[in-house]
């Protein structure tokens, strides 16, 4: 199987947050596999303003792994039944590269629920932006007490084993994805220098298909009068 690259998401910037303990127990769990390959993306750390919003703000490395990646695990805490704000901000500041791209989401909480209510409020979102959700999430319950102050789980063998779970599903759906986005056509009939679209974004890997470095530089966007169906051909 081809490498595979499936960064970690750690999704609050609270200091002395225990998500953090979290998200480096999972990224030390990824960096075990065989033909993966992991960073930690610590939201807190972006250089994204908030004084704006959207496409217009995006940061050009976060973009970039997000571009790459052929996964994402993202750790979310769950803050009075929701998620962090800053993590919908940082998130809402890309499209076109999650598109048909895996995603696994980890919960954490003080209580017993593992963070539950806040994957519900996130796979609405997950669905949004073009990412397809594992079937199997990770919980982390009663965080404050699971991990010692040097960040030490405790029962490690049980979230180890769980993790394992979670990772295999996860591991299946990106390579699945990546096969897919590489060579399946969503409109076969096209002509091959035709973008595959999917809501109206262009997906990346057709740019790269047809040889091109910059999407906005590789098509020509135009909107049909009758149907108001938009599509996009390569500029030669």
Same mark, same amino acid.
Not at 197 to 215: I, Q, Y
Not at 218 to 230: I, L, N, Y
Not at 233 to 236: A, C, D, G, N, V
């Given at each position: 199987?081809?490498?595979?690259?499936?960064?970690?998401?750690?999704?609050t910037?609270?200091k002395?947050?225990?998500?953090?303990?979290?998200?480096?127990?999972?990224?030390?769990?990824v960096?075990?596999?065989?033909?993966?390959?992991?960073e930690?993306?610590?939201?807190?750390?972006?250089?994204?303003?908030?004084?704006?919003?959207?496409?217009?703000?995006?940061?050009?490395g976060?973009?970039?792994?997000?571009?790459?990646?052929?996964? +994402?695990?993202?750790?979310?805490?769950?803050?009075?039944?929701?998620?962090?704000?800053? +993590?919908?901000?940082?998130?809402d500041?890309? +499209?076109? @590269?999650?598109?048909?791209?895996?995603?696994?989401?980890?919960?954490?909480?003080?209580?017993? $629920?593992?963070?539950?209510?806040?994957? *519900?409020?996130?796979?609405?979102?997950?669905?949004?932006?073009?990412?397809?959700t594992?079937?199997?999430?990770?919980?982390?319950?009663g965080?404050?007490?699971?991990?010692?102050?040097?960040?030490?789980?405790?029962?490690?063998?049980?979230?180890?084993?769980?993790?394992?779970?979670?990772?295999?599903?996860?591991?299946?759906m990106?390579?699945?994805? *990546?096969?897919?986005?590489?060579?399946?056509?969503?409109?076969? @009939?096209?002509?091959?220098?035709t973008?595959v $679209?999917?809501?109206?974004?262009? #997906?990346? @890997?057709?740019?790269?298909?047809?040889?091109?470095?910059?999407?906005d530089?590789?098509?020509?966007?135009?909107? #049909?009068?009758?149907?108001?169906?938009?599509?996009a051909?390569?500029?030669?």
């Open positions: 199987m081809a490498e595979l690259f499936i960064p970690v998401i750690l999704g910037n609270r002395g947050c225990m998500s953090r303990f979290v998200a480096n127990f999972v990224v030390e769990q960096q075990a596999w065989a033909s993966v390959d992991t930690l993306i610590d939201i807190g750390t972006l250089p994204i303003p908030t004084d704006d919003a959207g496409l217009s703000i995006k940061d050009p976060f973009s970039a792994t997000v571009e790459r990646a052929d996964g +994402l695990i993202i750790v979310v805490p769950e803050y009075n039944h929701a998620y962090p704000g800053l +993590l919908k901000h940082v998130l500041t890309n +499209l076109k @590269e999650y598109i048909h791209k895996a995603v696994g989401l980890c919960g954490v909480s003080a209580g017993a $629920f593992g963070g539950t209510r806040v994957i *519900q409020s996130m796979l609405p979102v997950m669905r949004e932006l073009g990412l397809v594992t079937f199997y999430d990770l919980n982390f319950s965080v404050n007490q699971l991990f010692d102050e040097q960040g030490a789980i405790a029962d490690r063998e049980t979230y180890v084993r769980r993790f394992d779970r979670f990772m295999k599903e996860l591991v299946w990106s390579a699945v994805l *990546q096969h897919g986005r590489q060579a399946v056509s969503l409109d076969p @009939e096209k002509d091959q220098d973008l $679209f999917h809501a109206n974004k262009p #997906c990346p @890997e057709e740019v790269a298909r047809l040889g091109s470095d910059a999407t530089a590789a098509m020509e966007v135009k909107t #049909c009068s009758e149907t108001g169906r938009v599509e051909t390569l500029i030669r």
